[in-house]
């Protein structure tokens, strides 16, 4: 491809996401719509999507950055439902979808359809969750929809490798399947075992935090390529590698975390819109070979697998979540109460994404209908995107489930500060005891005003808020330190301008206030 078309693609999908954060619309539906529209105009050019750039290098970007920001402990704790749906309801979905696509289009095998099954079978939780925690959705729910997203794309990628053996006559039969499938998905986790412990020892021996940050943006390409390589799950290496340095990520030093932070939010915005504009762009591509198809039987088809892939999540939902509850006394007694509610949002968040349209054009040409299998891929993944994206913020405020408690959640926030502040306190006059550690009073009494501010600083989120601005003390606290910074950074910059100081000295000078502003605004907005 050329540059300037790739240019085009990143900052139209850029533009494109950005005024999504301006309106109601979630930025996968507005950048699918928007590359839909787009494929039409005349003069832009033609992306097709190549698997083998989307698996091998967009995908371990994504994935490391989700399991990075994933909690390993709620995963742990809910661990049982993500493996229903992120294992069992692939597999369920894979042979569900295919025999549905088998009964209803003519001429076509059942090792065929079953490539289709697999294809579509994997949702895409990027949309979900993201709408989940726009809508405050309690905290389960939107564990195991990222829980499920981390996992599936192996299981749907391993069911689809079996699959076309059987559909062009190499496979060594449902055995011979079911033994490739474990050890694709046993060996990927081993990898990413295997991998981890030394990465993570890496990270913490190199010194410059640019190295570290380096380091980090090859370690999905790494844990894929080494996964891949010896024919094990290059996704779930990737998920184990990136859990495991997500939990120890405290472990490296500040100036690290800051830029890891930074960087991986600019690679996760440009990745997913760039990844959600392409779906859309792919509406030429995929009608230039459907020539063999009369209209009507195409669309009746696209219809029938839609409806297919829609059921039959909720066909598996509903029993995953209760039956095991009726069977097992040991999950009612460590799994929290559910009603109908909850498996209504999980079956009905099952949008289909990027991977099952990478792996749609990663069918060989050779197979059977394979127009046919990129046809369907593509109306199931805009039909989904559309019908249940649109429909998903309005079914959650209809069925009103409880809402995340932002109160207790800022009180448990204050305790544990209030708890981390005493020990620093008493850590404080540890050192101070010591005349190796001499300070002047001001300056010790600046540590312990610094200390008493952070604990303070969460309690003041509970108290009165400003009867003018309807602020907090700690929000006008934080507003009145930026206006007080950004009058600094004018003087520094008008010295700079009478060459009373150089531009080495005023970049030091601007970069201390900018750490003083990032603390003082220390909660980020989503």
Do not use: C
Not at 365 to 372: A, C, D, K
């Amino acid at each position: 491809m050329e540059v300037l078309p790739l240019v085009a693609l990143v900052a139209g999908s850029a533009v494109v996401a950005g005024l999504a954060r301006r309106t109601s619309v979630s930025a996968p539906l507005l950048l699918v719509a928007a590359g839909l529209m787009a494929s039409y105009i005349p003069g832009v050019p033609s992306y097709t999507l190549d698997p083998h750039i989307v698996l091998p290098l967009l995908l371990p970007p994504l994935l490391h950055t989700a399991a990075m920001e994933s909690s390993y402990l709620d995963l742990r704790a809910n661990a049982r439902p993500i493996a229903l749906l992120s294992v069992g309801y692939v597999l369920f979905a894979t042979l569900a979808v295919g025999y549905a696509a088998y009964l209803v289009v003519p001429g076509l095998s059942l090792p065929v359809a079953l490539v289709l099954g697999a294809v579509v079978a994997p949702p895409d939780a990027v949309a979900a969750t993201a709408i989940a925690r726009k809508l405050g959705l309690p905290n389960r729910i939107t564990t195991i929809l990222q829980g499920e997203s981390l996992v599936n794309d192996a299981t749907a990628i391993t069911a689809y490798k079996v699959a076309l053996a059987a559909a062009v006559g190499v496979s060594a039969g449902w055995a011979g399947g079911i033994v490739e499938f474990l050890l694709a998905s046993v060996g990927g986790v081993g990898m990413g075992l295997l991998l981890m412990v030394p990465i993570h020892l890496l990270r913490r021996s190199l010194r410059d935090p640019l190295l570290q940050n380096t380091l980090s943006l090859l370690i999905p390409f790494v844990a894929y390529a080494a996964a891949e390589r010896v024919h094990a799950s290059g996704v779930l290496a990737v998920v184990v590698v990136a859990l495991y340095l997500g939990h120890r990520n405290w472990q490296v030093d500040f100036a690290t975390r800051l830029q890891e932070a930074a960087v991986w939010k600019v690679i996760s915005f440009v990745l997913e819109s760039v990844v959600f504009a392409l779906i859309g762009l792919q509406l030429p591509v995929v009608l230039k070979g459907l020539d063999e198809y009369a209209g009507p039987d195409a669309a009746w088809y696209a219809l029938a697998v839609f409806l297919a892939v829609v059921v039959a999540r909720f066909v598996w939902v509903f029993p995953a979540t209760f039956l095991p509850r009726v069977l097992s006394e040991r999950i009612r007694e460590r799994e929290p109460e559910t009603n109908w509610k909850a498996p209504v949002i999980v079956g009905w968040a099952g949008m289909r994404g990027v991977v099952s349209l990478a792996i749609a054009f990663s069918v060989p040409l050779s197979v059977p209908h394979r127009n046919l299998i990129l046809f369907l891929t593509f109306t199931t993944v805009i039909g989904t995107l559309v019908v249940q994206g649109l429909t998903l913020p309005p079914l959650i405020r209809l069925l009103r489930l409880p809402p995340r408690d932002a109160q207790a959640e800022t009180l448990a926030e204050a305790q544990a500060q209030s708890e981390a502040s005493r020990s620093a306190e008493e850590r404080l006059d540890e050192l101070l005891a010591d005349p190796a550690n001499a300070l002047p009073p001001p300056l010790a009494d600046r540590l312990r005003t610094v200390l008493e501010r952070r604990r303070n600083a969460v309690w003041e989120r509970l108290g009165e808020v400003n009867a003018v601005t309807g602020e907090s003390a700690d929000d006008v606290y934080r507003r009145l330190a930026g206006e007080m910074i950004e009058a600094e950074r004018e003087v520094f910059v008008a010295l700079r301008d009478q060459r009373r100081i150089d531009d080495e000295m005023l970049r030091a000078l601007l970069r201390r206030l900018d750490l003083e502003e990032a603390a003082a605004y220390r909660e980020e907005s989503s």
